[in-house]
T-cell receptor
Framework: DAGVIQSPRHEVTEMGQEVTLRCKPISGHDYLFWYRQTMMRGLELLIYFNNNVPIDDSGMPEDRFSAKMPNASFSTLKIQPSEPRDSAVYFC?????????????FGPGTRLTVT | AQSVSQHNHHVILSEAASLELGCNYSYGGTVNLFWYVQYPGQHLQLLLKYFSGDPLVKGIKGFEAEFIKSKFSFNLRKPSVQWSDTAEYFCAVSTHYGGSQGNLIFGKGTKLSVKP
């Protein structure tokens, strides 16, 4: 299995631009999570989906952030407009409810730099 | 709300020293417990997990953790650390509580620096 796939791996953009991060979960997994990691705030859960439906988006910092999961194999996290304080590593993770462990498998992350 | 506490923010050890990283959680029901490791510049990887059965769990690279239900703890141990163990370690708990079922609650992480 290819694991969780994220793209791009690195993104550098200017303040005010729209940024779209992409994630492909492990095939068959029914939970998908978006995290943000910074030195200051550590690992933060932004939003998670179960069977493509958003379950908890309380971690989404502002209306500038939105996430979608149009199908079981694809999710996007969009920031519009981006700001320098959005600079972070964004991780996507997936898990399988049937496994009962709820063990999450993380992708390699997207390092976002907003100048 | 459920929470996970990791007692140490940064631990510095010399090679061959023994390691114990503390983790406590606040939830009285059935839990699954995890330790993840994040090597510098990499993503989180599972080190070990507890679901049920023997409370002493052995993971990869010589790590182990002990689940003590009465103390709500799941401490990570390694008898002799190596320089390559330098990383950040995250404790996490999943519950079967309906509202957060499927989610993992992560601690804030402990950075381990091993001096050669």
């Amino acid at each position: 299995d290819a694991g969780v796939i994220q793209s791009p791996r690195h993104e550098v953009t200017e303040m005010g631009q729209e940024v779209t991060l992409r994630c492909k979960p492990i095939s068959g997994h029914d939970y998908l999570f978006w995290y943000r990691q910074t030195m200051m705030r550590g690992l933060e859960l932004l939003i998670y989906f179960n069977n493509n439906v958003p379950i908890d988006d309380s971690g989404m910092p502002e209306d500038r952030f939105s996430a979608k999961m149009p199908n079981a194999s694809f999710s996007t996290l969009k920031i519009q407009p981006s700001e320098p304080r959005d600079s972070a590593v964004y991780f996507c993770a997936s898990s399988l409810a049937r496994a009962r462990y709820y063990e999450q498998y993380f992708g390699p992350g997207t390092r976002l730099t907003v100048t | 709300a459920q929470s996970v506490s990791q007692h140490n923010h940064h631990v510095i050890l010399s090679e061959a020293a023994s390691l114990e990283l503390g983790c406590n959680y606040s939830y009285g029901g059935t839990v699954n417990l995890f330790w993840y490791v994040q090597y510098p510049g990499q993503h989180l990887q599972l080190l070990l997990k507890y679901f049920s059965g023997d409370p002493l769990v052995k993971g990869i690279k010589g790590f182990e953790a002990e689940f003590i239900k009465s103390k709500f703890s799941f401490n990570l141990r390694k008898p002799s650390v190596q320089w390559s163990d330098t990383a950040e370690y995250f404790c996490a708990v999943s519950t079967h509580y309906g509202g957060s079922q499927g989610n993992l609650i992560f601690g804030k992480g402990t950075k381990l620096s091993v001096k050669p």
